[in-house]
């Protein structure tokens, strides 16, 4: 009797566990957005058509540029308002409300910003058209939202609600992407100046190494400064301590990549451009693909295809069939930390000569689940206050401008050619990118798109005599032009010589020789180790197992799957970086600053440079504080050894594998959380190698184009249009990016047509 009752309970509660199930699988089916049909648009002027292609990509055909806005604004809504809300959020310091207290970490760092002010400001600053095209935008948005049969499954785990689009949040979105480009600038800086002030200034730019001469590839041709001999080392160079931070080789992530070609190389025909821009990569992806089609107020067709930021009606990057365009991170000088002098009583003398006293503020930061918190921050009339050792600094970035944030992107449509773009670039309100452009016309041109810090125009360079441009967030200019745009944490030279290199071997460059760039996955910087190693081993490998590292490292690096040699000389160099970081550790700064602002990883990407003159010209005076390469050889073959049992067996594909994950999977158990991210990969390419690759960074979007010959365009990018995990355009483009294919620029022929109707 006993088991039979226990049976019939049981069997009750797996069903009731089927019909809870079902339940959730009904309301996660029911927030999918609807595709077919007719979609009431209240606010239209004109019918809009949202059209979608086999893999969910989105095409929208109106009859005006704001009926067109309220489009974008459908598919942004429909497809990825959670993306959205949290790009709003993470700017205005808002975080925690929706996700409870891991949110509060952002909110802490951000908050202080007051970039939810700052967008109301710069709303109000635009003109009526711009304002209305925003509105329309935000309605769009919102009838997207509307338009679902439940809320969006990330707002069921979390139970909230989404809070509707506002057209100032347009341009919040705009500012979380200067703090995801430009935000660890400021770190750098206060870590480059307790540097140089505990350091001085010989020692600190032979740590800072500007560039690295045989790898630099300036745009313009200047040469850079010449190495200059090695100083002395600092006080307790050498003298043990931990590291502040392991260095894993890299100073944070980079990796983006742009490159045109035209004239003399496309004699008659437009210019080519390809671009690759990275960021750590996550599901749905940063940007969403579209083509827009509408008529402008001259009644000309306009249509333009490319990327746009969930969030904003604009395009990105692609082309308008007069000009295309591609952006990679300047890293040029974007903050200044600028003294505050004492004035008795209280008082700081301030950089306009004023003195006022320094005032604290409180924020209120509001947490899902549990009480408020309090934030505490100084502030003065001149700008927020940093300390430096108990010393108050103003911080001015450029994400403060009044013009930081703007619709001037939006003429880009309208341009016909690239000294038109050109002329708009200081205009952009966006944070501060390399553009390469390209034209109908076969013109090709860079310039910093954006607001730069200081007083003279944009440096720019216009139809080069060899036909060829590249970008790859490395340092574009020498002499005057470095000096005007400033060190905000140029990348390694390498990744911008490869591509150069590449350029200058295509005879007939075309779509698919300049997508095969993007793809590239040699690294200049390591055959500089390479050659170190291959010298030093040569008399020195007695041993077997250096004798059987030393032939295992002479092959060609490539960072492929199956590669050894590539996983050896890369591995070595992390060992070497490291040990410099835990040598020096005892020299850094650390009184009254944060450590992290001191590591190595901080302060400059571009450390093989002094690291390597160490080994290569042993200097007495630093000989003491490293040791010895074959040592870390001989450390090296036995951590290889302990993890993939033979030297020969350590392939770079197995070093780590790449993945894209949803930021909530983390929170769910892992049989279900692993639904909500795409498979893992083994690794393919690096963060020095064109294919800039790591576990959870990489290219966010890879495209080539011609204007008006989109036809023959070239995409892929990671994830899908879709942010839904149940949608069929989750992971519709992910298969072709992880896979390194190409498919076409322009969508599809249309399978799903959703009416928007006035």
């Given at each position: ?12 509660l ?14 996660l ?50 497809d990825r ?22 949110g ?7 908050r ?39 809320r ?14 506002q ?7 705009v ?71 392991q ?9 983006s990549?742009?490159?045109?070609v ?7 025909q ?21 083509a827009?089609?509408w ?25 308008t ?14 903050f200044?930390?600028?003294p ?16 006022a006293p ?21 502030s003065s ?51 501060t ?49 470095f ?26 460059p075309d779509?698919?020789?300049l ?34 590292y ?20 890369r591995g ?93 999977s ?12 795409a498979?893992?990969?083994p ?38 249009p ?14 072709d ?22």
């Open positions: 009797m006993t088991r039979r009752w226990l049976a019939r309970g049981l069997a009750g797996a069903l009731l566990l089927l019909a809870v199930l079902l339940a959730i699988w009904l309301l089916r029911a927030s999918l957005p609807p595709l077919q049909g007719e979609l009431p648009a209240p606010g239209l002027a004109a019918p809009v058509e949202l059209q979608r292609d086999a893999r969910g990509t989105a095409s929208v055909h109106a009859a005006n540029r704001r009926d067109a806005a309220y489009g974008i604004g459908v598919a942004h809504g429909q308002f959670f993306q959205m809300d949290t790009l709003r959020r993470a700017a205005a310091g808002e975080m925690a409300a929706l996700v409870g207290a891991p509060l970490k952002i909110d802490r760092a951000t202080g910003h007051g970039f939810r002010e700052r967008a109301e400001q710069a709303y109000a600053a635009l003109s009526p058209a711009e304002q209305g095209l925003l509105q329309a935008y935000a309605a769009g948005v919102n009838r997207g939202l509307q338009s679902l049969g439940a969006p499954p990330e707002y069921l785990l979390l139970r909230q609600a989404p809070a509707p689009w057209p100032a949040d347009s341009l919040l979105a500012y979380a992407m200067y703090l995801n480009l430009q935000a660890d600038q400021l770190g750098q800086l206060r870590g480059r100046m307790a540097l140089r002030e505990r350091l001085g200034a010989p020692l600190a730019d032979f740590l800072l190494a500007a560039g690295i001469p045989e790898l630099d590839a300036p745009l313009d041709g200047v040469a850079f400064a010449q190495r200059g001999p090695i100083p002395a080392p600092p006080p307790g160079w050498g003298q043990g301590g931990a590291p502040h931070q260095m894993a080789g890299e100073a944070g992530q980079v990796g990549n742009a490159w045109a035209g004239g003399a190389r496309r004699p008659g437009p210019g080519l451009l390809a671009n690759d821009m990275h960021l750590s990569l996550g599901l749905p992806n940063t940007w969403y693909r579209m827009l089609h008529r402008g107020a001259d009644g000309r067709e306009r249509h333009w295809v490319g990327v746009t930021l969930p969030g904003m009606p604009a395009l990105v990057v692609g082309s069939g007069q000009i295309a365009w591609g952006f990679t991170n300047s890293y040029v000088r974007s200044e930390l600028l505050l002098e004492p004035a008795g009583d209280g008082r700081w003398r301030g950089p306009d000569g004023r003195e320094l005032q604290r503020q409180t924020h209120t930061l509001t947490v899902a689940g549990a009480a408020p918190q309090a934030l505490e921050l100084e009339p001149w700008g927020p206050v940093e300390r430096l050792d108990g010393r108050p600094y103003v911080r001015r970035w450029q994400a403060y401008r009044p013009d930081a944030v703007n619709l001037q992107p939006l003429a880009l449509e309208d341009a016909a050619d690239v000294p038109t773009a050109l002329a708009l670039a200081p205009r952009l309100g966006i944070p990118q390399n553009q390469l452009l390209v034209d109908r016309q076969g013109h090709l041109a860079w310039t910093p798109a954006g607001p730069l810090l200081g007083e003279g125009p944009h440096p720019q360079l216009q139809d080069p005599a060899d036909g060829r441009l590249w970008s790859a967030n490395h340092r574009h200019l020498g002499g005057a032009g000096e005007r745009l400033g060190d905000g944490g140029y990348g390694a030279p390498g990744r911008a010589a490869r591509v150069r290199e590449r350029l200058r071997a295509l005879d007939h779509e698919a020789a997508a095969a760039i993007a793809l590239d996955d040699q690294a200049p910087m390591l055959q500089r180790w390479q050659a170190l190693l291959l010298r030093r081993l040569d008399a020195a490998a007695s041993g077997s197992a250096r004798a059987e030393r032939r295992l490292i002479d092959a060609p690096l490539q960072a492929r799957p199956d590669a050894v040699a590539y996983t050896l000389v070595l160099r992390t060992a070497a970086l490291e040990a410099f970081n835990q040598a020096l550790a005892p020299s850094l700064p650390q009184a009254g600053g944060d450590a992290k602002d001191f590591s190595l990883a901080a302060l400059n990407p571009r450390w093989d440079e002094p690291v390597l003159r160490l080994y290569e010209e042993q200097p007495a005076a630093w000989r003491g504080g490293l040791p010895e390469l074959q040592a870390l050889v001989d450390a090296e073959i036995e951590r290889l050894r302990q993890r993939h049992g033979r030297l020969a067996d350590a392939r770079w594909g197995e070093t780590d594998s790449i993945r894209v994950r949803h930021p909530l983390a929170a769910l158990p892992a049989w279900l959380g692993r639904h909500l991210d498979p893992p990969q690794m393919v390419g690096d963060t020095l190698t064109p294919r800039a690759q790591a576990r959870s960074f990489g290219a966010s979007e890879r495209l080539v184009v011609a204007p008006g010959e989109e036809a023959r365009g070239l995409f892929a990018m990671p994830g899908g879709s942010g839904h995990p149940l949608s069929p355009f989750y992971l519709s483009d992910h298969a990016w992880a896979a390194g294919r190409f498919g076409p620029l322009l969508p599809g022929a249309p399978l799903h047509r959703l009416q928007l109707r006035p």
